[in-house]
């Protein structure tokens, strides 16, 4: 009998995009289109972006609490605090919604995506070691873990560790190993004191079901990689490699699997691809108007950001002051689905000041006001200075939009 032969199966047709499909998409996905979701709430918010980046810095708020709000509008801070950390000293046993890992960088995580890191906990322990290398690593280790056993959460400090100089890397031998677990998965973070992170056993804080490292490599990997899709709308393969700091080989190993799908778009010039969800549905509703932290998921990744919106954004906080171009904490300002300023703000009592001001034209003047207005009214102040923009003309008129609306 002859072997009949099947021809290879024909190549499925790849979608083509326009840059504005691709923007919108982005914007849809990251949910800065249409109306707030508000019965999910923050958590909601966590759950759909799969990593929100923590960072020291505090200007009108901590960045972790500057990202639901740009999505959510003027949501309580304490709210957002619970929603993330909601276990507390008088209810311990409270299930998690969330853990600290890192995903982008340190990351607050929801709960279920626990086993998803699995990959990064055994590539750590394969590792064998931080950047930090300890004395005694056994012994250390051992007495964090005898100590949380004993008492339960504890902070560093609680634990007897911190830092032995003044940077912040001098770290005690406490705090290597505590770090050491947290890496490795012995020890988890799902709430936080007075910013300080708050260690557990992981055996005790993360739910039965969750608690395992059953998953190989590549179902790890396809489920972050699909995330990132479902987070993005439409990526390139560096894009997806970002999100959650994967290396380029690992996302070619899985994205075929991972169901999002082939996509080109217009001035892009690389491979993409798209969620299907997000082009089964066009993008529609009101675009939302706020001022977005540097650590917001929409723009962490600086060529992305360019590439989609054409807009250039650099964190100055670690730039030395005479070489800064838009000021310490420059956060963009989004508007019509655009970036189309920036505004590094601060505050003085009840005053919120806007130190330096950057925006694109004449048309970004009313939406720099109403996100200043929104911006001051979340964080208890009730009067706006603006001190300096790049073009004295659009300084004038922000002050009298301001001025018109009894802000000024």
């Known amino acids: ?76 801070r304490p709210a957002v605090e619970s929603a993330y950390w909601s276990a507390s000293s008088s209810a311990p046993a409270a299930r998690p919604h969330s853990f600290e890992y890192w995903s982008h960088a340190a990351c607050i995580l929801p709960i279920e995506e626990w086993p998803h890191f699995a990959f990064r906990r055994r590539a750590r322990r394969a590792k064998g070691y931080r950047w930090h290398v300890m004395e005694d690593s056994a012994r250390s280790c051992a007495a964090v873990l005898d100590r949380l056993k004993a008492e339960g959460p504890l902070t560093t400090s609680e634990l007897g560790g911190g830092r032995t100089g003044g940077e912040w890397w001098d770290w005690s031998e406490t705090k290597i190993a505590v770090e050491w677990l947290l890496d490795t998965g012995e020890v988890v973070c799902t709430r936080r004191r007075a910013w300080k992170r708050v260690y557990d056993l992981a055996e005790r804080a993360v739910p039965d079901a969750l608690l395992h490292d059953d998953l190989d490599d590549a179902a790890c ?61 066009p993008p529609r509703g009101r675009h939302r108007t706020t001022l977005l932290s540097p650590f917001d998921s929409l723009i962490w990744d600086r060529p992305r950001t360019e590439r ?101």
Not at 40 to 65: F, K
Not at 234 to 259: E, I, N, P, W
């Open 1 to 76: 009998m002859t072997a009949v032969t099947q021809p290879p199966p024909l190549p499925q047709p790849v979608t083509a995009l326009s840059r504005d499909d691709a923007r919108r998409m982005a914007l849809r996905a990251q949910g800065l289109v249409g109306a707030p979701d508000r019965r999910a709430g923050v958590r909601g918010v966590l759950r759909h972006l799969g990593a929100v980046q923590l960072d020291t810095i505090s200007v009108l708020a901590r960045s972790h609490e500057l990202v639901p709000y740009a999505r959510l509008g003027a949501v309580g």
């Open 221 to 281: 990997l396809r489920r972050l990689v699909a995330q990132a899709g479902s987070a993005m709308g439409v990526a390139t393969r560096a894009d997806l490699a970002d999100y959650h700091r994967l290396k380029a080989k690992q996302v070619d190993a899985v994205v075929a699997d991972s169901g999002l799908v082939p996509v080109e778009v217009e001035g892009w010039g690389k491979p993409a691809w798209a969620d299907p969800a997000a082009l089964a549905a």
């Open 308 to 408: 989609i919106f054409g807009f250039t954004h650099r964190l100055e906080a670690y730039v030395p002051r005479p070489r800064r171009v838009h000021g310490y904490f420059a956060m963009p300002l989004l508007a019509g689905g655009r970036l189309v300023g920036r505004v590094d703000p601060a505050r003085e009592g009840t005053t919120l000041v806007a130190r330096q001001v950057s925006m694109q034209d004449s048309k970004a003047v009313a939406p720099m006001a109403r996100a200043l207005r929104e911006a001051a009214t979340w964080v208890g102040c009730d009067e706006i200075r603006v001190e300096r923009c790049d073009d004295p003309k659009l300084t004038t008129a922000l002050r009298a939009e301001l001025t018109r609306t009894g802000d000024q």
